[in-house]
């Protein structure tokens, strides 16, 4: 079941990190008590850097930080950070260590994709832009242009369920640690607290609830307030499906128009039929996806989808400028959602996930006027012929890397 939207929101949409950065860093400089950040990615220079550096100055001054990265996404901490982590007080857990077999045990691609950031339980912070600098790229190296991607700014209810679930699996990390060390009473009570930990987020809400929005800065949507929300997760225990739900439940809804841009598009087949019935009943369904060479599986296994999309008479459009990192949506101008999910089986099977869905008017209304402007003057059109003139090596790629994709998850036991 997929959480009820709740009234009395305060939503701002914030276009890459040159938007989320600057509007972390001055909630951090105004946390007194606890800041949660987990991310995929921290690549502590650039733009991101002053994120790292506003944790830093926080825990001198006796907030509680608490910092989870992927050990895929970040396979190491600089020894220079840690020492400055430990100096200042930040705490940081890597999420599933690899070991030596690394990824070549099936479980371990369970990954922690999503990208939060909490504090003092009244100000959250929800997409799919990693704690990495526009312009750096891990595949593609220094960007000409800075990558395109989303998360939203929100106040209100919904914190609280981000804090609570943050907390849970803090607690968790580190009851797994203790009982690596064979510390079973300390594992013991660190399990505990992940599951008493759900209603701390009561006590920040009712101190600082009056506090206000962080400034607007630049490429910072309006400030929206009174919005109704909620955010959606997605694990391997009670959310298994729940993101996917929502697409599927906002699709089917539709009536006017469809637009989603998701950086790595392999939908699986209720999405695909879900997608096709809308264009049937007369809904203009738009895709934005990634028009970069980024890795083969990527690249290349969603092109036979993309063909029976185009079949089914979905438009489809590549971004050109930069690499397309977003995973956003917006339907009729009644329904947005802005997280870290993918539509492809990693996000959709494997990895945790978490999207914050809306449907104030105001806020899907700025959401679809950028994406629309998007895919006017800065994606490529794709189109059958396109697909289907290019060098037979290329479309054998295609089939390859998409029964590869197709094995791999067989291996997972999933069917998709």
Same mark, same amino acid.
């Given at each position: 079941m997929t959480a009820p939207l709740r009234p009395g929101h305060r939503l701002r949409l914030l276009e890459g990190g040159r938007a989320l950065f600057p509007a972390m860093v001055q909630a951090m400089d105004r946390a007194r008590h606890l800041i949660h950040v987990e991310t995929y990615i921290f690549v502590f220079a650039h733009d991101a850097l002053p994120v790292a550096e506003a944790m830093e100055r926080a825990a001198r001054r006796g907030v509680q930080v608490r910092l989870v990265v992927d050990a895929v996404g970040t396979p190491q901490v600089p020894p220079e950070w840690v020492q400055r982590f430990r100096a200042s007080g930040v705490q940081w857990r890597t999420y599933a260590p690899l070991g030596r077999l690394g990824l070549l045990i099936p479980s371990r691609w369970r990954r922690l994709h999503r990208k939060l950031c909490v504090i003092d339980g009244v100000v959250g912070f929800c997409g799919g832009i990693n704690l990495i600098d526009d312009r750096d790229d891990v595949v593609l190296g220094r960007l000409a242009v800075p990558r395109l991607d989303y998360a939203v700014e929100v106040s209100g209810p919904l914190v609280g369920d981000m804090l609570a679930t943050m907390e849970r699996l803090w607690w968790r990390l580190l009851a797994a640690r203790r009982a690596r060390r064979r510390e079973f009473?300390?594992?013991?009570? %660190?399990? *505990?607290?992940? $599951?008493? /930990?759900?209603d701390l987020?009561?006590?920040?809400?009712?101190?600082?609830? =009056?506090?206000?929005a962080t400034p607007a800065g630049p490429d910072? /949507?309006?400030?929206? $307030? /009174?919005a109704a929300a909620a955010v959606l997760w997605r694990d391997n225990v009670r959310h298994r499906h729940d993101i996917e739900h929502a697409y599927l439940q906002a699709i089917a809804q539709a009536r006017h128009e469809l637009i989603i841009a998701n950086a790595y598009f392999i939908p699986g087949r209720r999405l695909r039929h879900a997608l096709a019935q809308a264009v049937a009943r007369g809904v203009r369904v738009?895709?934005?996806?990634? /028009?970069?060479? =980024?890795?083969?599986?990527?690249?290349h296994a969603p092109r036979p989808v993309h063909a029976w999309l185009l079949r089914a008479g979905v438009e489809i459009r590549e971004y050109a400028p930069s690499a397309l990192h977003a995973k956003v949506a917006v339907a009729d101008e009644r329904w947005a959602t802005v997280g870290s999910t993918n539509l492809d089986p990693i996000s959709l099977l494997l990895a945790r996930e978490a999207n914050v869905v809306t449907t104030d %008017?105001?806020?899907? *209304? $700025?959401? *679809?006027?950028r994406l629309d $402007?998007?895919? *006017?003057?800065?994606?490529?059109?794709?189109d059958m012929e396109t697909l289907q003139r290019r060098p037979w090596r290329e479309r054998a790629r295609d089939w390859i890397a998409f029964a590869v994709m197709r094995a791999v998850l067989f291996l997972t036991g999933h069917r998709y």
């Open positions: 009473r300390a594992a013991w009570q %660190a399990w *505990r607290a992940a $599951h008493v /930990g759900d987020h009561a006590w920040w809400q009712g101190w600082f609830m =009056e506090r206000d910072s /949507g309006p400030l929206v $307030h /009174g738009r895709l934005l996806v990634q /028009g970069k060479y =980024e890795r083969f599986l990527q690249y %008017a105001r806020f899907v *209304r $700025h959401l *679809r006027a $402007h998007l895919m *006017r003057t800065a994606g490529v059109a794709l």
